[in-house]
Structure formats: structure tokens, C-alpha cells
């Protein structure tokens, strides 16, 4: 039987649950952008959007305003307190270090934390858009990825074989299996999936999980 | 008085020849110059080298590889991740008949802002250890590895806002200064599409987001309609 | 809901320590957080590495120099072209009591900027053959002369806004943004003195000019009357 | 008897003669202030301070308002068509080569073009303001002083002997005696003030003039 994972809304809610109340968060396309509906009611996150805006809400599923959209092209509304400004000041406020957490989805992730997501070598061509920057400016980088390809190779590897979105820039790595922090040894197993063994996430994964003492089902 | 206002987008660009460098504004759906940017399809410009941070994404710009007007495009976004339908510009550079430079989208903002600001190059943290490295200098501040980047002007740009005066002062919309906003300081001849022009003095300064001394000719453009079917 | 207000200017500045790298905002009488630099003397903090356009031209930075405060100032304007009256703090420079490094005015706003953007570095053409010059390098890029600059940030920003909301975005009045605007990107710690304080929701998301994100304190000062008798 | 050289009004008048319609322009402190005085009324020149204004008016004697001051500290009115950003903003303005004339003071400006307007040694200190960035920024240079010292020393010299604002960056030299140009041979009489013969401006400039052909009294 094939392992069960989480389902792609179940990966943004673990990751949301890693926002808190007053950060500034961005979320990179797909994935990513899901988290913002699992925002508590509680907690008040600040999205930032590098197209420009600071202080989006959710995605509106009528009444388009192309003007108004995320960095997806989705349509958003505004939450009181947002801002406008241009791409320039954007990426100042992400490389300079502003944006306390970016949600990326990832294709690799290395033992040390670096990150490809832009290129698929056999597809060729490839969009970097934000990636670049919001990996090496944001101060905490969170990646939500499938554990393995869809041909069932792993993702987290020793080193990776795409070329890079950035080096060393992984904190968090949130997949339908587990929860892996990276610290300066590599890579640390926190949290499994429901019904997942460690064993069978290492099965899974090139790269060598340490797992921590206190090791948990994700909390959902 | 000054008064930049031009009748209609065809004489906005009426002057522009072929084998420039163009940069045009907006992202995605918000602040796309997409009237100025069929008017330049019309007048059939070609040899063009354009500057932007996106095409192909439900934006008019792919309209310009119809009758392969464009040579080179500069973007941060031109190649869909997903592997579904392909734009006329994917298509067109897969087949080799127009060249691609990606760069991050920061850089790209950054690079165009040095253009306009009389910075002869800056070192970016982004990219380095990755393609984008290729050929440029890496230099160690303070323990922290950077990459040199080098300002990028252009002949012309096309921006979009959404009021001008006939100063050409300007105010946008939501999320729609992206990168009008920068190219709009670093071009040699700068025209404006709006959605409505009004009298000089009716815009709070206050309020104005680009000066009007960087625009040096301002159009109302017909609005048209833009949806990224991602 | 996300709070920043504070009830008094001494409470904003409570736990600023002695010996830190503190930015002021202002140029001249515009935008000069004269209620915090007034706080500050009270507090007696010490020590302080100051940044600001200038100093001593009617603003009340020249106060710290009272108690000798300040260790060193980093500015465009400090000492008067013309031979008149001097400042505390032209006469502690002159005496040798406070170090004085004098910027362009132009690469300083960049400085900050750099350091809030996080650039790394950048080249800049002003300066060249100049004392400005003096132990920086000297790069030609497309046949011009550069020098190389390095961002300038701050543990502290003290900054005058017009306005905020209660998430610290700040609107600005006239010729007040000046420094305060860079600076509120570049320092660990951005605490703002405004005239008015406005609920979340009040301010239109067009006119914020500094987003909330970048304060960690707004507070209300006293409305302190500066002119330049130049 | 003295030579009588021009006031500092008209040497503002005549710079104000070379200002055109449309022209973005930054006057620097001290005499260069006046010019504004000079515009004629069918001309729109948009006058920029570098603390972040473009389009003020002339300047007030009463109704000070703090915030709106020019880069001389003085209260200006604020014409129809103007803008406020940042010093940042503003010095990427005049960097960038979007001010289209720059009038600066003058302590000394030498053969090749370099100005000395900051700093007498013997006095030391010295305060750069905007001026090294104007200088090197601005598309024209114009420098606005006396022609000789109040000692009666020449000003315009074979070299600088104070230290430099910027190298070979001055267009125009306008003094109470002369109208000097300034290109790539180096300096060129253009105008002389009335009264005044080409030969006597000669002998208070320690640099070589070349006169041209059509060499005439300037008007005013």
C-alpha cells in the first residue's frame, strides 16, 4: 500500500500554523498561496505581495480588478493598514531583509539547505521571478514540497542535481510527509505524518534525517 | 504651459524605430501598457529588444512575437513552470526565433533603478551559486558573498498609470506601480498610457508617484481587459 | 490587532543604551524629530554615533552636544560655509571633542538606502578625485569613473512622520520625507514622532509613503517650531 | 578706480537668461538662490530642491511653514504640477541625470572645468550638502561667484588649489565680469560686463582665456 501523505490544503495549514501574529509573510506561487486560508481569526499576518503590495487579504473569486492581484495574478482584497509601492522598493524591503517569512515551493532541497526551484533541466527555459530574492532576503525561509517527484524519487537529497534558486537558504522543509528543520549539521526530522514512520521518511529522502528526541505526529 | 498629452496611442508612438531597446511596465494583469503595446504592433517595429518582468502571462506583449517584432526579451518571467499550454513567446523561443534572458525579478528592479539613479552597479546577495552567476564578478562584504550588477537603461519606455496630469505627473492603482515605477526613470523617452488625464494642479503633490519631469509623453489608452489563467 | 502607539516621547526612547549608531531624520526644519532628540537629552544617553543630513543649522540636534552626548556625527552639513555664528557643535568639532565624517549628501541617502535594500555596495560617480575619495576604490565602468560606497545602517532611526496609524504606516507633509524616509529602512529599531495618530484603516494605502512594517514605535510629539537663520 | 562688476541680482539675471521653458533646474545656496527671482513669467522652469520638492514657487516672507522649505532652509510656495519624495528619491533625480541645470557657488573653478565650492582650508570643517552629487549629476553646470577673491585673487585658475567638488564638470562660469564657457580646450570669454574690457578680465583670471569671435557685453 502506498504510504498516505497530506493533502495539499493540509501542508498549508501546518505551515500557517507556523505564522504568527504580526509577521510579514510572502508566499510564492501554487502551493504557497493556500496557506493564507488557514490564518487564524486571532492572528493578524501581514502578506506582502512583490509585485507591491503590503496588507493583501484573501483571493476574491468575483468583481476582478486586474490592479489589485498577488504575485500568482490572482485577484485580492485589501486589508486596512496595506501599502502600494513599486518593484524597486519592493525587492528592497525583501532583500533588505523585511519580509520575516517566505513560503516557496521547492523541486530539491540539499542536506544544506539549498533550494531549486526554478528549472527543470529537461523542460529548459525556466522562470526565476521572485524565488531568487525572496530566498536570501526573507529571514526565515519555509519550502512546502511534495516528499518525492511523481515517478516516487526523492526530493531532499544529499546535493542537488537542478541548478539552484539559492544557496544555504532553507529553515523549514514542510512535505505531505514530514517536517525537517535545516541547521548548520543538516537535516532534522521534528514531525512525521499521520501514520508515517521515521523509517519510511528516511526511505524517502537521500539526504540523512537526525531525528529529534521528542519526534511527533504533525499537530493538525 | 507644459503639456505632454498626445491624441491617441498611435501618434504616442509614432516615432519609434526599429532595433530599440523597449522597457515595458506592469505585472501580469496590473499596469500593463497593453494599448501602447498594440499600437507598436501596428506600427510594426521590429528588431526590438524588450525589457520586462513578464510575457506570455495573459499580457499583450505576445502579440509582439505574432509577426516576430520582438528580437530579445529580458524578464524575470517568460516560461510557464507547469508544463500546459505555451505562449506564442515560449513557442517562439523553444524554436529558437527570439532570445531569453532571465533575471531575478529584484535584480531586474534593482538594475533599472541604478539606470535611472546614476549608480554605475551594485552588489546583490541574489543569485549567487546559481546560472545567474554566469560571468559576473563575486565579491566577499563583510562574510556575505554578493554578486555585481550592472544598471540597465533603455531607449524607450511604455508604462501604465492610471491618472496624469499634463505635466505628466502620475498616480497608479493597487498594485499597478510595479515596474512602471522604476522604468519610468530609466529610459531616454519615457510615454505614459492612463486611464484619465487631468488638468495640472488637480493632483495633490502629495499624492504623485513618479514626477512628471521622467514622462515625456502621456496617452489615454482604451482599457483593456487582462486575465493570468495560471 | 498590531499597536505600536506609545503614550509619551520619553516612554519611545526608555531603552535606547548608551554607546549606539543612532539616525535622524530632517533636513533643516523639515522633518526633524525634535521631541525624541529632546527626549534623548533627558535620558542622557551617551556614547551616541549620530547620523543626520545636518546638524547645528537651527535643528535641536545641536542639544546633545550640551552634555557632549554625541561621540561622532556622520552628515552632509555640519560646519557653516560663511564665518558666523557657530554651533555647540562646530565649536566641540573645532575643539576637537566630537569626530565629524562628512558625506555627500547624496551618497548618504544612497548609503542608507543600500543598507535597508540590502545591497551590498554600489558605485557612485560623486566624489571622484575629490577627499571624499580618500581610501575608496576607484572603478571605471563604460569609460566612467566610480567610486565604491558601502551601506550605512544604524542600531536606531528617530524619524518625524505627519501622520501614522496605529500599524506605523506614516504619511509625510512637503519636504518633511527627506531622510526619514530612507532611514526608516535601515536601522534595527525605527521609532516615529508624529503630529497625529490615525486608527488602522483611516490612511489610503495610495498615500502611505514609509509601510507600517518598517516602525516599531509611533508616538506623538510636540509641535517644535525650527528655522535657519542661514 | 575699481573695476565696477555686476550686482549679485544681475549676475542672477544673466543666468536666469540661459534657463528655458521646461527646463528642470536646482539652485544651490547663497547667490544661486536669486535666480529664481529672474524668470520671466512665460517661461515654466520646475525648480527642484534636493530635500525632495520639485515645482516650488518663489520664496515667502511670511506664513513659514517649516515643511516647506527649499535646500536653503527658506519657506517656498508650491507651484501646480509639483512633487514630495525622499532624499533618496531626490538624489537618484539628480544623479541620474534628470536635473537638466544645476547653479552652484564657486570658490574656484579651474581651466579644465573642476570646481572648489566646499571647504577653505584655513578654515576647515567644510560641509559638502548636495553640491558633489549636482556636480557631477547635473546635465549643465553653471557656476555662479565673484570673479576675483575679496582680496582681490583670482578664482578661476590653471588648477584648483582647495579641494575639489567635482573634475571637470563646470559648463558656464558667470561672475560680475565675464561670461566664460568651458569646454574641452578649456575656457572660452564669451560676454564681459559693461564696461569691462576682455583684457582686464584677463588680468584678474589666472587662467588663459580664449575670446570669441563675436565677444560682446553680456545683456541684461
Same mark, same amino acid.
Given at each position: 500500500?502506498?504510504?498516505?501523505?497530506?493533502?495539499?490544503?493540509?501542508?498549508?495549514?501546518?505551515?500557517?500554523?507556523?505564522?504568527?501574529?504580526?509577521?510579514?509573510?510572502?508566499?510564492?506561487?501554487?502551493?504557497?498561496?493556500?496557506?493564507?486560508?488557514?490564518?487564524?481569526?486571532?492572528?493578524?499576518?501581514?502578506?506582502?505581495?512583490?509585485?507591491?503590495?503590503?496588507?493583501?487579504?484573501?483571493?476574491?473569486?468575483?468583481?476582478?480588478?486586474?490592479?489589485?492581484?498577488?504575485?500568482?495574478?490572482?485577484?485580492?482584497?485589501?486589508?486596512?493598514?496595506?501599502?502600494?509601492?513599486?518593484?524597486?522598493?519592493?525587492?528592497?524591503?525583501?532583500?533588505?531583509?523585511?519580509?520575516?517569512?517566505?513560503?516557496?515551493?521547492?523541486?530539491?532541497?540539499?542536506?544544506?539547505?539549498?533550494?531549486?526551484?526554478?528549472?527543470?533541466?529537461?523542460?529548459?527555459?525556466?522562470?526565476?521571478?521572485?524565488?531568487?530574492?525572496?530566498?536570501?532576503?526573507?529571514?526565515?525561509?519555509?519550502?512546502?514540497?511534495?516528499?518525492?517527484?511523481?515517478?516516487?524519487?526523492?526530493?531532499?537529497?544529499?546535493?542537488?542535481?537542478?541548478?539552484?534558486?539559492?544557496?544555504?537558504?532553507?529553515?523549514?522543509?514542510?512535505?505531505?510527509?514530514?517536517?525537517?528543520?535545516?541547521?548548520?549539521?543538516?537535516?532534522?526530522?521534528?514531525?512525521?505524518?499521520?501514520?508515517?514512520?521515521?523509517?519510511?521518511?528516511?526511505?524517502?529522502?537521500?539526504?540523512?534525517?537526525?531525528?529529534?528526541?521528542?519526534?511527533?505526529?504533525?499537530?493538525? | 504651459?507644459?503639456?505632454?498629452?498626445?491624441?491617441?496611442?498611435?501618434?504616442?508612438?509614432?516615432?519609434?524605430?526599429?532595433?530599440?531597446?523597449?522597457?515595458?511596465?506592469?505585472?501580469?494583469?496590473?499596469?500593463?501598457?497593453?494599448?501602447?503595446?498594440?499600437?507598436?504592433?501596428?506600427?510594426?517595429?521590429?528588431?526590438?529588444?524588450?525589457?520586462?518582468?513578464?510575457?506570455?502571462?495573459?499580457?499583450?506583449?505576445?502579440?509582439?512575437?505574432?509577426?516576430?517584432?520582438?528580437?530579445?526579451?529580458?524578464?524575470?518571467?517568460?516560461?510557464?513552470?507547469?508544463?500546459?499550454?505555451?505562449?506564442?513567446?515560449?513557442?517562439?523561443?523553444?524554436?529558437?526565433?527570439? +532570445?531569453?534572458? &532571465?533575471? $531575478?525579478?529584484?535584480?531586474?528592479?534593482?538594475?533599472?533603478?541604478? /539606470?535611472?539613479?546614476? #549608480?554605475?552597479? !551594485?552588489?546583490?546577495?541574489?543569485?549567487?551559486?546559481?546560472?545567474?552567476?554566469?560571468?559576473?564578478?563575486?565579491?566577499?562584504?563583510?562574510?556575505?558573498?554578493?554578486?555585481?550588477?550592472?544598471?540597465?537603461?533603455?531607449?524607450?519606455?511604455?508604462?501604465?498609470?492610471?491618472?496624469?496630469?499634463?505635466?505628466?505627473?502620475?498616480?497608479?492603482?493597487?498594485?499597478?506601480?510595479?515596474?512602471?515605477?522604476?522604468?519610468?526613470?530609466?529610459?531616454?523617452?519615457?510615454?505614459?498610457?492612463?486611464?484619465?488625464?487631468?488638468?495640472?494642479?488637480?493632483?495633490?503633490? +502629495?499624492?504623485? &508617484?513618479? $514626477?512628471?519631469?521622467?514622462?515625456?509623453?502621456?496617452?489615454?489608452? /482604451?482599457?483593456?481587459? #487582462?486575465?493570468? !489563467?495560471?
Amino acid at each position: 500500500m502506498p504510504i498516505q501523505g497530506l493533502t495539499r490544503d493540509l501542508i498549508a495549514l501546518r505551515i500557517a500554523r507556523d505564522l504568527h501574529d504580526g509577521m510579514t509573510v510572502n508566499l510564492g506561487l501554487g502551493l504557497p498561496t493556500l496557506v493564507a486560508n488557514f490564518i487564524g481569526s486571532d492572528v493578524q499576518v501581514i502578506f506582502q505581495a512583490e509585485n507591491g503590495i503590503l496588507g493583501y487579504g484573501g483571493v476574491l473569486e468575483e468583481d476582478f480588478d486586474q490592479d489589485f492581484i498577488n504575485a500568482g495574478g490572482q485577484p485580492v482584497s485589501i486589508n486596512p493598514g496595506a501599502s502600494f509601492f513599486g518593484s524597486d522598493a519592493s525587492f528592497a524591503m525583501i532583500r533588505g531583509g523585511h519580509v520575516d517569512v517566505s513560503v516557496l515551493g521547492g523541486l530539491q532541497v540539499s542536506a544544506k539547505g539549498d533550494l531549486a526551484n526554478w528549472l527543470v533541466p529537461e523542460r529548459g527555459g525556466g522562470s526565476i521571478g521572485g524565488a531568487m530574492d525572496l530566498a536570501v532576503g526573507a529571514r526565515r525561509l519555509i519550502v512546502a514540497m511534495e516528499h518525492v517527484t511523481r515517478t516516487g524519487e526523492p526530493r531532499i537529497l544529499r546535493r542537488c542535481t537542478y541548478p539552484l534558486t539559492a544557496q544555504r537558504c532553507v529553515d523549514l522543509i514542510v512535505t505531505d510527509l514530514a517536517v525537517i528543520e535545516v541547521d548548520e549539521n543538516g537535516l532534522l526530522l521534528r514531525e512525521t505524518a499521520p501514520g508515517v514512520s521515521a523509517a519510511e521518511i528516511q526511505a524517502l529522502t537521500e539526504a540523512p534525517l537526525r531525528l529529534v528526541p521528542n519526534l511527533r505526529p504533525m499537530s493538525l | 504651459m507644459i503639456d505632454k498629452v498626445v491624441q491617441n496611442v498611435d501618434e504616442a508612438v509614432r516615432d519609434i524605430p526599429d532595433n530599440v531597446t523597449i522597457m515595458f511596465g506592469g505585472f501580469v494583469s496590473a499596469g500593463s501598457p497593453t494599448s501602447l503595446i498594440l499600437a507598436l504592433q501596428r506600427k510594426g517595429v521590429r528588431g526590438i529588444t524588450g525589457i520586462a518582468n513578464n510575457i506570455g502571462l495573459g499580457d499583450r506583449l505576445d502579440a509582439l512575437c505574432e509577426k516576430h517584432q520582438l528580437k530579445k526579451m529580458i524578464a524575470s518571467f517568460a516560461i510557464r513552470a507547469s508544463g500546459g499550454r505555451q505562449s506564442l513567446f515560449e513557442q517562439q523561443f523553444r524554436a529558437g526565433e527570439v +532570445e531569453l534572458e &532571465v533575471v $531575478p525579478q529584484g535584480t531586474l528592479a534593482e538594475r533599472i533603478r541604478a /539606470a535611472g539613479a546614476g #549608480i554605475g552597479g !551594485f552588489y546583490t546577495p541574489t543569485g549567487v551559486g546559481t546560472p545567474v552567476e554566469d560571468g559576473k564578478e563575486r565579491r566577499t562584504i563583510d562574510g556575505r558573498d554578493y554578486l555585481f550588477e550592472q544598471p540597465l537603461p533603455a531607449d524607450y519606455a511604455l508604462i501604465k498609470a492610471w491618472r496624469a496630469d499634463r505635466m505628466g505627473n502620475l498616480i497608479y492603482r493597487g498594485g499597478s506601480r510595479n515596474f512602471n515605477v522604476p522604468m519610468a526613470t530609466a529610459a531616454g523617452f519615457v510615454i505614459a498610457e492612463v486611464d484619465e488625464i487631468v488638468e495640472t494642479g488637480d493632483l495633490d503633490p +502629495e499624492h504623485v &508617484v513618479t $514626477p512628471g519631469i521622467y514622462v515625456d509623453r502621456v496617452v489615454v489608452g /482604451a482599457h483593456e481587459q #487582462i486575465r493570468w !489563467f495560471a
